[in-house]
């Protein structure tokens, strides 16, 4: 079983958070940060979760804010009309940051030439959104200040 607060294991998460969000929206960390205490729900806030299942096993949990996810969406889709992108594609493109994350991740921590399998990402209940942002002996929650956004990842084992 992976030790979610490894020091080895959260450098791999900030790398990977980092290489996501500096290739999509060239937006750099700028402190990170292990959370103790529980986090409040952001009103406004996109969540997705994706199931890590081999050759780990654990469940990776992302929040961010609306605003950040804009800024992010406009900077890959500079051209489309934000007031007419329905829901869907944001939830989708949540996703798919929760998903290149987790990719890169199991990347960093798994053996080489080893099989990874990854879930798809999925749209948490408010259970879910409140168990990802509780830290716990099981769970861990990390700040990431991300130019001018939050973002918080948690790491926690798998349902």
Do not use: W
């Not at 199931?51 to 804010?65: D, G, I, Q």
């Not at 890959?76 to 869907?88: G, I, S």
């Not at 890169?104 to 948490?124: A, N, R, T």
């Amino acid at each position: 079983m992976i030790e979610f607060k490894d020091p080895s294991i959260l450098k791999a998460l900030e790398k990977a958070v980092s290489d996501t969000f500096e290739g999509i929206a060239f937006a750099q960390i700028l402190e990170t940060k292990l959370i103790q205490t529980p986090v409040a729900r952001k009103e406004g806030a996109y969540c997705s979760f994706i199931e890590l299942t081999a050759p780990v096993k654990l469940r990776l949990f992302m929040l961010m804010s609306h605003d950040h996810l804009i800024e992010c969406f406009s900077g890959v889709y500079p051209d489309m009309d934000l007031e007419k992108v329905p829901q869907e594609v944001y939830d989708d493109f949540v996703n798919e940051l929760t998903n290149t994350i987790a990719g890169h991740f199991m990347s960093l921590v798994c053996p080489e030439k080893q099989d990874m399998v990854i879930g798809l990402p999925v749209h948490p209940s408010n259970a879910d959104i409140d168990a990802g942002l509780t830290p716990s002996e099981n769970t861990t929650l990390v700040y990431y200040l991300i130019e001018e956004h939050d973002l918080f990842v948690s790491l926690m084992p798998s349902e």
